[in-house]
């Protein structure tokens, strides 16, 4: 056994060597340790794709600390030594290295920060517990900018988050006088437009190992494994983001709002489980693309439009997880109850939209934000679903789903269940909406046009039930008080055939 300074844990999110807990190590002195356990692979049951995903950059990046002079200990799930928890494996590693300290950069899951809190406060050795300097807005600044706000909305912090880093503006002033260009960026697509596909890597030896230990050990999880075709490497992510800077892009900011039966990925840059896990770095992205506005390759819409996405909604969510930690996941402002409807594991339904939605989840753990706002989470929060079981199943199935950006966008921004702490109105709508962003109406069986029946769309009837349902609650919120004053105009009878209709849709859930 060589004696170690510090023993430095590296965590499945935290694949960058400029990861705070290494950019303070030694390599000469110290050990980093990193394993693939099976109670963080089980806290829900996360889509085969995700485990792969991780699981398979996880060992890239070990080979690249090795590459760069890092002593690592790399536990993997079928190790004879693997302890199952971060608590058992850690306390292991201690045992059989006894190092001075144990170092870790501070996690972004609250479960996990409350396991390493009682390290520090019971183990062996003292816990060095560091920032996540990845992140623009450090948690304690968030905490200020908040206080005695009496609303937290994420445009005036985007404002002050640009004013920060500089990114689009001249002086104190953004460049193209306003701050926000999101009127600009709701055109739906038509089959005319060229479809570029997210950059792809052919699974190496290691990926197809990892493959085949996903399939052998969570082959009853939801999901797809193949095809797989994510990056697990630095150099690779950051290749599969230039071809989206390059390819697409441009074209994001009109049509990153739009859907098109059998077009999965549209115009996205399908790059947040890279930035999530730290195959690329947040700030450098956004200073790429505001490189590329610059010399002319990219327009000022899709620009602000992707800049907002890292720096704003990124960043703001990441504070409010903080923020309302411990207890956000159980919060439930409209008090709903229902189960998660089997077709959201099966997607065994009529209608197009919700089907096209949650079979491309099974397929490629990807579904892009208009489709889990406004398809699955709409459908969703009209139907009464348990807004926790909700924010189970989007933290199963999606590779970029980690808890501290999938919670907020959940509970707060598409179950509207934290009250309006972070969104303004709760996010519903009508099949017409879903008719005007997509195709998908075109070839449904139901009648997107029809309120009520049986060949009614059935987001029709389920979003004037909901706003009958909580009329008195909705009518105080001045964005949503024009359609309770619409849904009270109704007559007597058509509120009866709303409600009768609701009931069918949901009593064949």
């Known amino acids: 056994m060589t004696k170690i300074r510090n023993l430095i844990l590296v965590m499945g999110d935290q694949l960058t060597p400029a990861i705070a807990s290494l950019a303070a190590g030694d390599r000469e002195h110290d050990l980093v340790l990193m394993a693939e356990l099976f109670e963080e692979a089980t806290t829900v049951s996360h889509h085969k794709k995700k485990i792969a995903f991780l699981f398979s950059a996880m060992r890239h990046f070990a080979d690249e600390l090795r590459a760069l002079g890092w002593r690592v200990e790399y536990v993997t799930l079928d190790a004879p030594n693997n302890q199952g928890s971060f608590s058992r494996q850690v306390a292991a590693a201690i045992a059989d290295h006894q190092p001075e300290r144990l170092v870790v950069t501070a996690p972004s899951e609250w479960r996990v920060a409350e396991m390493v809190a009682t390290w520090a406060a019971d183990g062996p050795v003292p816990v060095d517990i560091l920032p996540d300097t990845r992140f623009l807005c450090p948690v304690p600044e968030f905490r200020r900018w908040a206080e005695g706000r009496k609303q937290l909305r994420m445009e005036y912090f985007y404002r002050d988050m640009r004013r920060r880093t500089g990114l689009l503006m001249v002086g104190d002033k953004p460049v193209g006088g306003q701050w926000n260009f999101d009127v600009e960026n709701r055109k739906p697509a038509t089959r005319s437009l060229f479809m570029p596909h997210p950059r792809g890597v052919a699974p190496d030896a290691v990926t197809q190992e990892v493959l085949a230990l996903v399939a052998q050990r969570f082959g009853t999880h939801f999901g797809d494994l193949d095809p797989f ?9 950051e290749a599969a ?55 002319g390759a ?9 800049i907002r996405q890292i720096i704003g909604w990124r960043e703001y969510v990441r504070g409010i997880y903080w923020l309302s930690m411990p ?8 008090g709903h109850t229902r189960p998660l409807p089997a077709l959201y594991w099966t997607a065994e339904t009529d209608m197009t939209c919700l089907r096209a939605a949650v079979t491309q989840t099974r397929q490629q753990a990807y579904a892009h934000h208009i489709q889990r706002l406004m398809v699955t989470g709409n459908f969703a929060l009209l139907a009464g679903v ?17 808890e501290w950006v999938e919670l907020p966008n959940t509970i707060g921004m598409s179950q509207f269940a934290d009250g309006g702490l972070l969104a303004s109105k709760p996010y519903v709508a009508s099949g017409a909406y ?15 046009k029809q309120r009520t029946g049986e060949t009614a769309c059935p987001f029709n009837a389920l979003y004037w039930d909901f706003i009958g349902r909580h009329a008195d609650t909705l009518k105080g919120n001045p964005r949503m008080s024009q359609m309770v004053r619409t849904y009270a105009g109704f007559s007597a009878d058509e509120r009866q055939r709303i409600a009768a209709t609701s009931a069918s849709v949901l009593g064949a859930l």
């Open 434 to 448: 879903i008719n005007r962003m997509s195709d998908y109406c075109s070839a449904c069986r139901y009648d997107v």
């Open 298 to 306: 990219v327009p000022l819409n899709a620009a602000e439009g992707f």
């Open 229 to 237: 075709w994510f990056a697990v490497t630095r150099a690779d992510a």
């Open 327 to 334: 207890g956000y996941e159980t919060r439930n402002f409209f």
């Open 386 to 402: 348990d807004p926790k079981a909700l924010h189970e199943w989007y933290l199963s199935v999606y590779v970029d789903a980690f």
């Open 241 to 295: 983001f230039s071809a989206f800077v390059t390819d697409a892009l441009p074209q994001f900011g009109d049509f990153q709002d739009a859907m098109l039966a059998g077009e999965p990925f549209l115009y996205h840059g399908v790059i947040a489980h890279y930035l999530n896990c730290g195959l690329l770095d947040p700030l450098r992205v956004c200073q790429a693309v505001e490189a590329a506005y610059h010399r």
